[in-house]
Every structure is written in C-alpha cells, then in structure tokens.
C-alpha cells in the first residue's frame, strides 16, 4: 500500500538548470497538491489539481510549472532553478477526506 | 502575512512531561483545525482534528483546546514519550474543504524533543 510516491528524494541543481518532480498516488483521489516547506514558514501550496485535466495557481506559484498526466500522476518543474528554490516539497492527494503527503523531495539549488 | 501563527518554534521536555503548542489564526471564516505531526524525512500526517463548536478534543494522549472568542488552539500532548519527538504543525481552513482550491493554511511548525 505505496499511498503517495514522490521521486526523486534528493536532488542537486545548479542555477539556471531544470528539472521535474513526479509524484504518483494509488488511492484513486481526485485532487492532487505541491507544496513546498521551508524552516519556519509551515507548508506552502505551489499548485494544485482539483481533478486530472485541471490545474491551479496555490500560494507561491512563481517559477514552477505542473501537469496532471492522470489520475495518478501529477508532476512539478522547475524550468530555470533559483537558490530561493531550495527547499523541501511534498506531494498530497485527497479524495472526500484528508490530505494524504508523500514523503518528500530534497531539493538543493546551488 | 501568516494567517496562523505558531509558537513555540522548538520545544524540548523530558519523558512524561506535557508538550503545549499554540496557535493563533486571524480570519474567522476557518472552522476547521487540524494538526499533523510529521517525523523525520517523512511527510506530515494528520494526528487530530477539531471544529470550533467544541471546546477540546482528546484522542489518546493528544488534546486539542480550543478558544473560539480568542481565535486560538492549543495542542497538549500528555504524558509525552521520546516517540513524539517530531516537528507539529497546525492548520486552518474554512467550511467548503470539498473544494480542493480551499487552501490549508498551515502554522510555521514547533520541533519537539522529548528527552528520554
């Protein structure tokens, strides 16, 4: 019972370059989140997707780009990374009840 | 601007103690708090929940105070174990959770230690 899966776990980028988190969910949710967590700011909404085919601007949209491929999938990119995007993101799914988190990506942008 | 404020930012107790985490949120519209408790190199988790026609919610060892007229929560954690070491954080959101545009609007997190 994987739940949500994110890859990669780690990741080193230098400025400028990009890349893609993916996350995937085995729950059969419809609604799908990024967020990004950063020392004493909390958990922070990037995108979301509210059913596959759609996507939308959370809290801190700014240099990130998504997609839902399906159900399952929903991805994030960097297309150009930034220092102030260091930080730690985490993938959610809900269907009609809580949110459910994967376990995190570590990204480093030097 | 954080609409939920949490303090402290890092807790230590020794065993048995009781850990206390405050929040404070400003738009009145939320009426739902839930709080997640998220360990190491882990995601956070719901740990409890509760809604402002209720004053306090206990589940285990955990309890949730609640004071509508002052716009604040409270997590309690009794009879604390070095196993809740984790970092908590508390949330808001407001009545329509069904739309998934609502936003959960989270606190910045306290890091507890419980000492052995």
């Known amino acids: 019972n994987a739940g949500v899966t994110q890859t990669p776990k780690f990741q080193v980028l230098k400025t400028g370059q990009s890349m893609t988190l993916q996350c995937a969910q085995d729950?059969?949710?419809?609604?799908m989140y990024w967020y990004r967590q950063d020392p004493g700011m909390g958990l922070r909404l990037i995108y979301y997707s509210a059913s596959e085919g759609t996507t939308d601007k959370g809290e801190v949209p700014n240099g990130y780009n998504v997609s839902r491929l399906n159900k399952r999938e929903f991805s994030l990119r960097l297309e150009s990374a930034a220092p102030s995007q260091t930080s730690v993101y985490f993938c959610a799914s809900r269907g009609t009840g809580e949110l459910f988190f994967g376990e995190g990506s570590r990204l480093t942008v030097l | 601007q954080q609409q939920v404020k949490q303090s402290p930012q890092s807790l230590i107790v020794q065993k048995g103690g009781i850990p206390i985490i405050n929040c404070a949120y400003e738009n009145t519209a939320f009426d739902y708090f839930p709080w997640y408790q998220q360990f190491p190199g882990k995601g956070p988790a719901l740990l409890i929940a509760?809604?402002?026609?209720?004053s306090e919610k206990k589940e285990g060892r955990f309890t949730i105070s609640f004071n509508k007229s002052a716009k604040q929560f409270s997590l309690h954690i009794m009879d604390s174990q070095p196993g809740d070491s984790a970092t908590y954080f508390c949330a808001a959101i407001t009545r329509s959770w069904d739309n998934a545009g609502n936003m959960l609007t989270f606190g910045g997190g306290t890091r507890l230690m419980v000492k052995p």
């Open positions: 729950m059969n949710h419809n609604s």
């Open positions: 509760i809604r402002p026609d209720v």
